[in-house]
């Protein structure tokens, strides 16, 4: 059974950092993309970043690029966040999701269930 | 960058109804398109990917359809658990976003 279970989450005051982390297991990490979503509060869907199965494309939305890095680390099937100069409007449920499947693009096929990052001084 | 425009963005409707949800590409994205059902205080779950192949487990009353820039999503026949937030994603190209949602609730 796939499951994704992320941690790290909680409160930091502006300008602040967080790193997130994502636990994987019940597929093989190393062959499958990952992505970071995040939904602010009441709001809707918001794709953050997304990392290829051998790390070699990356991508971010606008809104983060420069302040956030995506990693993963295959040997410990594990995806990560690092979150700087963090701002108020950061402040989400963020969502670990993995592609549908290993090749192409067809959708985020498992998620997990979210870590809330609360961005307030 | 994508825009996807839900409509509408609030549907009330009684069990049993069929209800269509429409999302628009402001530009021609094939059939890169999902769908997604999402209830409150839960993550996302994939319904609908490559506009209208039904993900594992999905029960049929589900469909999708479209190509281009014009995709709808249908329910044949509501049930009660279908009520709940309604979202498209195109990955056509990056960044791959979202549609605004559609809430969908019992009239």
């Known amino acids: 059974e796939v499951q994704l279970v992320e941690s790290g989450g909680g409160l930091v005051k502006p300008g602040g950092s967080l790193r997130l982390s994502c636990a994987a297991s019940?597929?093989?990490?190393?062959?499958?993309?990952m992505n970071w979503v995040r939904q602010a509060p009441g709001k809707g869907l918001e794709w953050v970043s997304s990392?290829?199965?051998?790390?070699?494309?990356?991508y971010y939305a606008d809104s983060v690029k420069g302040r956030f890095t995506i990693s993963r680390d295959n040997a410990k099937n594990s995806l990560y966040l690092q979150m700087n100069s963090l701002r108020a409007e950061d402040t989400a449920v963020y969502y670990c999701?993995?592609?549908?499947?290993?090749?192409?693009?067809?959708?985020?096929?498992?998620w997990g269930q979210g870590t809330l990052v609360t961005v307030s001084s | 960058d994508i825009q996807l425009t839900q409509s509408p963005s609030f549907l009330s409707a009684s069990v049993g109804d069929r209800v269509t949800i429409t999302c628009r590409a402001s530009?021609?994205?094939?059939?890169?398109l999902a769908w997604y059902q999402q209830k409150p205080g839960k993550a996302p779950k994939l319904l609908i990917y490559a506009a209208s192949t039904l993900q594992s487990g999905v029960p049929s009353r589900f469909s999708g359809s479209g190509s281009g820039t014009e995709f709808t999503l249908t329910i044949s026949s509501l049930q009660p658990e279908d009520f709940a937030t309604y979202y498209c994603q195109q990955l056509n190209s990056y960044p791959p976003t979202f549609g605004q949602g559609t809430r969908l609730e019992i009239k």
């Open positions: 019940g597929f093989t990490f190393s062959s499958y993309s």
């Open positions: 990392i290829s199965s051998s790390s070699s494309y990356i």
């Open positions: 999701a993995r592609d549908l499947h290993d090749y192409g693009d067809y959708g985020l096929g498992y």
């Open positions: 530009q021609g994205i094939s059939s890169y």
